[in-house]
């Protein structure tokens, strides 16, 4: 059976949020989950594992495709609104998948670096910007595919 990534995301809220509220995923079963994703992004955005593998470690590679892999992440777990990362959509997923230890670590991480994507006019670059962010300010917790 064959499930794309929105009925896959609908399918994790109904186990992890509607149906068990108290429950979330560990770590491990979010960056599993998320590898569908990655998968996806990868070849609609023509980067390699070369380029995009070692994101979660630091290694931002400023090229245009990477870029773009990064907002195609953000885009297919439904935090971008009119191109931009949205907050309000980036705390709901936090409190519907993210381990109880990571949601507020996150979440504060999430709305010192959310502006920095202001700075860009070209979506791709101010949303990876924004996630480079992230894994700076708090680089134990961030997690990406």
Do not use: W
Not at 96 to 107: D, F, I, M, R, S
Request: charged share 25%; net charge neutral; proline share 6%.
């Amino acid at each position: 059976m064959f499930f794309t990534v929105n009925k896959l995301l609908l399918i994790l809220y109904l186990l992890f949020y509607i149906l068990e509220p108290g429950l979330a995923m560990t770590r491990a079963q979010l960056k599993k989950t998320m590898t569908i994703m990655k998968n996806q992004c990868m070849p609609k955005n023509n980067v390699n594992n070369d380029k995009v593998g070692q994101i979660e470690q630091g290694v931002f590679i400023e090229d245009h495709d990477v870029m773009c892999y990064i907002a195609c992440i953000y885009k297919t777990i439904q935090v971008v609104k009119n191109n931009r990362l949205d907050k309000d959509l980036i705390s709901k997923q936090i409190d519907a998948l993210y381990p109880p230890e990571l949601k507020e670590p996150t979440k504060n991480a999430v709305s010192k670096c959310i502006k920095e994507q202001a700075k860009y006019d070209d979506p791709c670059e101010g949303i990876f910007y924004a996630c480079k962010c992230l894994y700076e300010d708090n680089p134990a917790n961030f997690i990406f595919p």
